[in-house]
């Protein structure tokens, strides 16, 4: 396995691996990496590894991956992982899971109903934010002109 992480040395930068399947490790590293960005406005880079439970989108029918390999990176998924740690803790009971899961489902729901209702943006809306989002001006790092 690569170690994508160990590249940023290239640039002077920090790096972590963390496991992607837990919940904890990733926010710990990233919040690590936020306040790096805050405070010092320096880069970081963080590999986090993971399991890709489907293909790569959704016309790829995954039939490329053994079916026990797919089968033993679905026991790691890193939400069910978490809420047995939180009901091991004594923080989530069963009632609490399932309170969370319809909540979940509702607001899945509701912003699927809200993008299929929602109008097409004209190109002109769509460059505008694109610009906005996308491109920073010179002034933000504060060199103007080469």
């Known amino acids: 396995m690569s170690e994508l992480y160990r590249k940023a040395c290239a640039y002077d930068m920090p790096s972590w691996r963390v496991d992607g399947n ?9 919040r690590t990496a936020a306040k790096l960005a805050r405070e010092k406005h320096e880069p970081s880079l963080i590999e986090a590894i993971s399991f890709r439970f489907r293909g790569h989108s959704v016309v790829d029918p995954d039939r490329y991956r053994d079916k026990e390999e797919v089968q033993k990176g679905r026991e790691n998924d890193p939400v069910a992982a978490f809420a047995a740690r939180l009901m091991h803790a004594g923080m989530l009971d069963e009632k609490g899971t399932h309170e ?3 909540q979940v489902q509702h607001e ?3 912003a699927v109903a809200f993008a299929e209702e929602s109008p097409y943006a004209s190109v002109e809306e769509f460059m ?3 610009e906005e989002y996308v491109y920073a001006p010179d002034e933000v790092e504060g060199k103007g002109e080469n």
């Not at 837990?22 to 990233?30: E, G, I, K, Q």
């Open 22 to 30: 837990d919940v904890l490790a990733v926010r710990d590293a990233m």
């Open 100 to 102: 969370i899961e319809e």
């Open 128 to 130: 505008q934010h694109l």
């Open 108 to 110: 899945v729901e509701a």
